[in-house]
């Protein structure tokens, strides 16, 4: 064999050999584009469903979904989804075509439970509430809310009405023994079951002997407010300076000094008032078996104290 016959030879094996490599890779790259291209049927509602309907035949179909977008959880046949003598419920609200997944639905055989709603490590925990403490019945399930708890406690000479925060951010998980979302029409309710932990659980059971709980419904996704406060009678009142205390580092800021002049300036006429009344108290004692007539009381002028930023100026009203 010429060596020209041996380079054409040598030349042909080559772009054989190349030919063999890109017929391989195109027909394993249009495979694998056609398995991710295709389709394979999922289970989807084909009615509305609420929590605790059953699931049946009439209530599921198949569609056919790309298999690069099938939800995890999803069901691909029947017996999978139904099996033969075993109940299944739905334990969310699914719409018409929603993908039927295993989180959205109890075990097989087991019942339309709210125990298969809670989230790994938490408890339920049911609450009294009524038309007030429920916020006029707007709260419903999958609402977060705060807990709070109004309680008497015993002072110095007496009791007195406190109110604390007791819980923040807690979820709703059924209202009375609904654990759907309604239409959105209020519905004044009788209990309340919230998601919290072992521990929080225990401080509702506690709370609610020793006092009445109310519930502050509040946005999703708000952080908790890290400053708490115990509101006494004292605070049930209008002064900027008085009352629950936060976030009064914000708010009261450069007014300090004006705020303890008010205060001193108060107690000052506090002390001053009681002082008269006792002069002339023990005065009318010692003067009544005399023929001395009693003094007259001087009326005290009233005043209006005026702020400017942080400066305060007294002024005398009425006439002379």
């Given amino acids: 064999m010429s060596r020209q016959s041996m380079i054409a030879l040598g030349v042909a094996i080559i772009l054989g050999l190349v030919a063999v490599y890109i017929a391989n890779a195109y027909i394993g790259g249009s495979k694998q584009q056609a398995d991710l291209g295709g389709t ?3 289970a989807v509602a084909s009615v509305p469903m609420a929590y605790g309907t059953e699931l049946t035949p009439d209530k599921v179909r198949f569609v056919d979904y790309p298999n690069s977008s099938i939800p995890p959880g999803a069901f691909t046949n029947g017996a999978q ?6 109940k299944r419920f739905a334990l969310l609200t699914m719409g018409v075509n929603e993908p039927i997944l295993a989180t959205k639905i109890s075990a097989p055989g087991a019942g339309a439970s709210i125990a298969a709603l809670l989230t790994e490590g938490m408890r339920a925990a049911t609450i009294r509430i009524d038309d007030v403490s429920g916020v006029a019945g707007f709260v419903q399930p999958n609402d977060s809310v705060d807990v709070l708890i109004t309680r008497s406690v015993q002072g110095a000479a007496t009791a007195t009405q406190v109110t604390d925060v007791l819980l923040q951010n807690v979820r709703v ?3 009375d023994q609904e654990a759907k979302n309604s239409d959105g029409t209020p519905k004044v309710a009788r209990t309340a079951t919230v998601e919290v932990a072992p521990i929080d659980a225990q401080k509702l059971a506690l709370a609610q002997q020793a006092g009445s709980l109310s ?3 509040r946005k999703p996704g708000e952080q908790n ?3 708490v406060e115990t509101v006494s009678m004292n605070d049930l009142r209008y002064n900027m300076y008085g009352g629950a205390r936060y976030p009064a580092p ?3 800021g450069g007014f300090a000094g004006a705020v303890a002049g008010s205060i001193e300036r108060s107690a000052a006429l506090v002390s001053a008032t009681s002082s008269r009344a006792g002069s002339s108290r023990s005065g009318g004692s010692s003067r009544s ?8 009381p001087v009326a005290e002028k009233p005043s209006v104290e005026i702020y400017r930023g942080t400066k305060s100026d007294q002024y005398k009203v009425g006439g002379r």
Avoid: D, E, H
Avoid at 81 to 86: H, N
Avoid at 289 to 296: H, I, L, Q
């Fill in 40 to 42: 394979t049927k999922v």
């Fill in 81 to 86: 989804l139904m099996p033969a003598g075993q």
């Fill in 173 to 175: 998980i059924a209202i």
């Fill in 215 to 217: 519930l502050v419904l």
């Fill in 225 to 227: 407010n890290p400053v």
């Fill in 250 to 252: 914000a708010v009261v």
């Fill in 289 to 296: 078996g005399g023929s001395r007539p009693r003094a007259k």
